[in-house]
């Protein structure tokens, strides 16, 4: 691309360097403080029901669009896909979001997402045929680029008819094999309520060698109907499960199927068990852990079906409630409303992460508001207790600024671990989908890239206790201040330290979330972490670990040590010690590999007069399957000379960027010149390359001269965030 005749030599250097992602070790953010509500141009409102992950760490979420309020109200089926940090992501179908109507039907999306290895979109939603006013199982399938894919069914949608029956999909999964499996609620012109399931093959067909022309219908023999399956999950066997409920009394209940359709006999009462709460109850969502154990969540109802609260349940391989789990394979997490006849909270989904902690997600009333709800969240340990390090107590609920009503209906967990949660959100007049970001611990997603980690010691240790503190009476105060303008968001845990002679690390727990204005300042004291992480009034149990603060701003954090002798008994006698420690910041790592090269070409002009023109190239690979980072280049040139007179600077043209780099204007300052390109986000297994041309003009006018000219490439992630690690090359022009 560049070329030179009068080329005289020529020397490549290279070198590079590990960078970091601050979503690695601080916190990677979403929205606006882990919140995002999306509307679709052209459509007054729009209802979010699911949500999934894609294998590049997309976010996509679905739902449906229209005038809800309109008296022949139609609605299409709506599909969105976000980038990490909440953003639309432009490369699907131009702005992100991608609508399509089954044609000459009306369309309510009531749930039922999927993704394949090729990140194409699967997604289930009701139809109504206008002419013979039958609800039908409808199915589409959108490629990664957000466009109808034309190898489903010829034109990415179609319908499936019960035969004699109305029926609506609740959910859909796919199998190994890429076949599409739908299930939901079949209703006969001629008798009760059953569950229904359909498979598609990947061309979009009906799998003949499934059921009874690619359909199936059951009932539960020993009640009067079946709500229909609500959710549906599929083992490594390849068996689908299903879950909902059966009625007269209203009971929760589940069935599993073989691959062709024939319920599996190993499961329960012939395929089919019911799961006694012991009051109303019903299964909206199906998942399975890393033991092929079966969780089940839904909630339990009272007469009127008004729910009251979450109902998890996980069953053994056979169907058998599992005695590890809860009460007898079951736990309920009751949400009551204000009165008596509010609805209280149901749990809509459920997911098992990468550490086998059940996540269910649905709805609560607002305590606030009366007659308002938001979303809700709940993790629960392997052993079905809640997890006391997420949220409070295992528990977090959430509204949106501004809003009147909200619904959650879908749950996925990304990359990073986070939870995502999408659903359906009410702001005044509008409907909107919503999508809330949950840390590990429960807080919102914000991007915390300022890290601090201050030593904690606590309490009075036992003597019998291994390790280098001696006894005595130990207590910490951590000082946290904002010396900055802006209002500083900050996530504070405790992460303890256990005796050396155990040889294992201690537990990470939250503390707390919190904010500082400008000049505000708060403490971390051992009472207070007594309290909030034993739930203990001082003085409590000896320990020790580290607290650590991370922030979305610089911060002063400083911490107080005092130690004081004890008797015998352990009473503290004397004050022995004091010490006030600063706490230094530091840059969580990014996990971005930076290399850069330098092509150097000289070209003399007699004996003294020397010019130097080199290529530099700087390349960033985001590696393997972490999520996009929004990466920024910032480039410096300076020249250091002696016995010479020299000029250096950055070219304006020619500078090599690839489509999407944005490259600013070059900006000299001798003996310094600048350039900077927005890269901006680059997704896990990508690089980018830049390449632009630096000179130097040197005149030697004394006996030892030498010429230095050093570039230094600063690679930053994240709009606001730290400044980012460098890469330099120093070449030497002279001699």
Not at 335 to 359: N, Q, S, T, W, Y
């Amino acid at each position: 691309m560049y070329r030179n005749c009068n080329r005289l030599f020529g020397l490549l250097i290279a070198t590079s360097v590990i960078m970091s992602n601050p979503a690695a070790a601080g916190q990677t953010g979403f929205g606006e403080n882990g919140l995002v509500t999306i509307d679709v141009p052209g459509f007054p409102d729009v209802n979010g029901v699911d949500i999934a992950i894609d294998h590049l760490d997309r976010i996509v979420v679905s739902g449906a669009v229209g005038d809800f309020f309109a008296l022949f109200n139609t609605q299409e089926v709506a599909v969105a896909r976000l980038l990490p940090d909440g953003s639309l992501d432009a490369t699907f179908d131009d702005d992100g979001r991608a609508v399509t109507a089954f044609g000459g039907s009306s369309i309510h999306h009531r749930g039922g997402l999927a993704i394949d290895d090729l990140n194409r979109i699967s997604i289930a939603a009701w139809t109504v045929n206008v002419s013979p006013g039958a609800l039908d199982f409808g199915v589409a399938r959108f490629t990664s680029d957000g466009t109808l894919d034309l190898a489903f069914d010829v034109d990415g949608h179609l319908t499936i008819a019960f035969p004699d029956a109305d029926s609506h999909p609740d959910d859909l999964a796919l199998a190994a094999n890429g076949d599409a499996i739908v299930v939901g609620s079949v209703n006969p012109e001629d008798g009760p309520e059953m569950g229904g399931l359909a498979r598609l093959d990947s061309a979009g067909a009906l799998d003949g060698g499934f059921g009874a022309g690619g359909l199936v219908v059951t009932d539960f023999p020993t009640h009067e109907m079946l709500t229909g399956w609500r959710g549906i999950a599929i083992d490594a066997d390849q068996r689908i499960v299903t879950g909902g409920a059966a009625m007269d009394p209203r009971i929760a209940a589940a069935a599993r199927y073989l691959p062709d359709g024939n319920l599996d006999a190993s499961f329960g009462d012939a395929g089919r068990v019911l799961v006694d709460f012991g009051q109303l109850s019903e299964f909206n969502a199906v998942a399975l852990d890393h033991e092929g154990r079966i969780v089940l969540a839904g909630c339990v109802l009272v007469p009127g079906f008004s729910t009251r609260g979450f109902a998890v349940a996980r069953l053994d391989e056979n169907g058998l409630p599992d005695p590890a789990f809860g009460t007898d394979g079951l736990v309920v997490t009751p949400f009551d409303g204000l009165e008596e006849d509010e609805p209280g909270g149901c749990a809509m989904a459920v997911k098992v992460d990468a550490k086998g902690r059940i996540v269910a997600a649905g709805f609560a009333p607002d305590l606030n508001i009366p007659g308002q709800s938001g979303y809700a969240v709940v993790r629960y340990l392997a052993d079905g207790s809640p997890d006391p390090t997420f949220g409070n107590g295992g528990e977090v609920f959430t509204t949106f600024p501004g809003q009147g009503h909200s619904q959650a209906g879908g749950v996925a967990i990304d990359a990073q671990g986070r939870i995502l949660v999408s659903g359906a959100v009410r702001v005044g007049e509008d409907n909107f989908i919503g999508v809330a970001c949950y840390n590990e611990y429960g807080f919102a997603c914000r991007e915390l890239p300022f890290e601090y980690a201050a030593k904690v010691v606590c309490g009075v240790p036992e003597e019998s206790r291994a390790g280098p503190v001696a006894r005595g009476s130990y207590a910490t105060t951590v000082n946290i201040h904002n010396p900055g303008s802006q209002p500083a968001s900050f996530f504070k845990k405790m992460a303890f330290t256990r005796p050396p002679d155990e040889q294992r690390p201690g537990e990470v727990r939250p503390i707390a979330e919190d904010m500082l204005r400008y000049d505000e300042a708060l403490a971390v004291d051992c009472p207070d972490l007594w309290r909030r992480l034993f739930d203990i009034d001082p003085p409590g149990r000896f320990f020790e670990g580290f607290v650590i603060i991370q922030s979305a701003a610089s911060l002063d954090v400083t911490a107080v040590y005092t130690t004081t002798a004890v008797d015998e008994n352990g009473r503290p006698t004397v004050h022995s010690s004091i010490d006030v420690e600063r706490i230094e910041e530091r840059i969580p790592p990014r996990d971005l590999n930076v290399t850069k090269a330098a092509e150097v070409l000289e070209f003399p002009f007699g004996d003294r007069l020397l010019f130097h023109a080199v290529l530099y190239t700087v390349t960033v690979a985001n590696p393997g399957e972490q999520p996009a980072l929004d990466v920024a280049i910032a480039d410096e040139l300076v020249l250091e000379t002696a016995d010479t007179v020299g000029v250096s600077a950055i070219l304006e043209a020619p500078i090599d960027v690839p489509p999407g780099v944005q490259a600013g204007t070059p900006a000299s300052t001798p003996p310094s010149s600048s350039i900077d390109f927005d890269v901006g986000l680059l997704s896990g297994g990508d690089e980018v390359t830049v390449r632009f041309w630096g000179v130097a003009l040197n005149y030697i006018i004394g006996d030892m001269p030498s010429a230095l000219l050093r570039d230094t490439a600063t690679v930053s992630v994240g709009a606001g965030g730290p400044g980012g690690d460098s890469v330099t090359i120093e070449t030497t022009l002279i001699p």
